[in-house]
T-cell receptor, first 113, second 110 residues
Framework: DVKVTQSSRYLVKRTGEKVFLECVQDMDHENMFWYRQDPGLGLRLIYFSYDVKMKEKGDIPEGYSVSREKKERFSLILESASTNQTSMYLC????????????FGPGTRLTVL | GNSVTQMEGPVTLSEEAFLTINCTYTATGYPSLFWYVQYPGEGLQLLLKATKADDKGSNKGFEATYRKETTSFHLEKGSVQVSDSAVYFCALRGDYKLSFGAGTTVTVRA
């Protein structure tokens, strides 16, 4: 079974802090994704990566950056956290971009005070 | 652009009731369609999918048929259980990106 793990289930940070969310997948998938999930809005894509060191903006990249130094690991970075970034963050991975299912991690509930 | 509209919840049912969650989509080309489920405290799991018109996806007693003429992919289950309580998301993949509906919270009472 594909396993996607995220470094924290719950995280509380203060406004202005730099925040790192880590995601690791164990299936040698080429593609990795970061979404945020908000009530009534579903999931919205922040960034994705289709190869090591490669990244593309999703629908809502403002205020976020990403890093993919190794194939199995994809990090989401909030350079200066703000209260409107309080949300559930979900990481996903897939083997191919155009035909394969995405597999999701359990999510990180981030609260910015 | 691509978009997904699904019925708003929350939906509350008794055990063994029939469940339908409506989902319609707007897309260019021929998207693949998905239903994902999120159980309390967990990430999303793929429930079922259909990749072309008239395909029926099924899993765990749930079914959905890809209807191109009505641009719909409604989820159905004939007899729900308490363990089906979850949030259900309809999604489509047009090119490389998944577009999700807002999610429907379903609660099944014993």
């Amino acid at each position: 079974d594909v396993k996607v793990t995220q470094s924290s289930r719950y995280l509380v940070k203060r406004t202005g802090e730099k925040v790192f969310l880590e995601c690791v997948q164990d299936m040698d998938h080429e593609n990795m994704f970061w979404y945020r999930q908000d009530p009534g809005l579903g999931l919205r894509l922040i960034y994705f990566s289709y190869d090591v060191k490669m990244k593309e903006k999703g629908d809502i990249p403002e205020g976020y950056s990403v890093s993919r130094e190794k194939k199995e690991r994809f990090s989401l970075i909030l350079e200066s956290a703000s209260t409107n970034q309080t949300s559930m963050y979900l990481c996903a991975s897939s083997f191919s971009l155009d035909t394969d299912t995405q597999y999701f991690g359990p999510g990180t509930r981030l609260t910015v005070l | 652009g691509n978009s997904v509209t699904q019925m708003e919840g929350p939906v509350t049912l008794s055990e063994e009731a029939f469940l339908t969650i409506n989902c319609t989509y707007t897309a260019t080309g021929y998207p693949s369609l998905f239903w994902y489920v999120q159980y309390p405290g967990e990430g999303l799991q793929l429930l079922l999918k259909a990749t072309k018109a008239d395909d029926k996806g099924s899993n765990k007693g749930f079914e959905a048929t890809y209807r191109k003429e009505t641009t719909s992919f409604h989820l159905e289950k004939g007899s729900v259980q308490v363990s089906d309580s979850a949030v259900y998301f309809c999604a489509l993949r047009g090119d490389y990106k998944l577009s999700f509906g807002a999610g429907t919270t379903v609660t099944v009472r014993a």
